[in-house]
Nanobody, 111 residues
Framework: QVQLVESGGGSVQAGGSLRLSCAAS?????MGWYRQAPGNQREMVAV???????SYADSVRGRFTISRDDAKNTVYLQMNSLKPEDTAVYYC????????WGQGTQVTVSS
């Protein structure tokens, strides 16, 4: 069983930045960030593999950067140039034989 602890959410004005962190209780293969806005389905934001390959949603490419520190079993999401449409609950997801989800952290971007 892997436990995930997220941190770093909050409120920011448009154009601002936030960094999310997700610490896993063990080694993880694939880690990613997903988000869900009210009334919307959960969507992939960014994913990083154990080899460091990354994938981004078109809506965040160029503004968000995902990275990982395997020594700390932690994945980060640096979010720059935030827009009101980035407002959502952000969830960390980890894959190691099974899928594990964090509890979610709220990100609110005001115009």
């Amino acid at each position: 069983q892997v436990q995930l602890v997220e941190s770093g959410g909050g409120s920011v004005q448009a154009g601002g930045s936030l960094r999310l962190s997700c610490a896993a209780s063990g080694r993880i293969n694939i880690m990613g960030w997903y988000r869900q806005a009210p009334g919307n389905q959960r969507e992939m934001v960014a994913v990083i593999t154990s080899g460091g390959s990354t994938s981004y949603a078109d809506s965040v490419r160029g503004r968000f950067t995902i990275s990982r520190d395997d020594a700390k079993n932690t994945v980060y999401l640096q979010m720059n140039s935030l827009k009101p449409e980035d407002t959502a609950v952000y969830y960390c997801k980890a894959v190691r034989f099974n899928e594990y989800w964090g509890q979610g952290t709220q990100v609110t971007v005001s115009s």
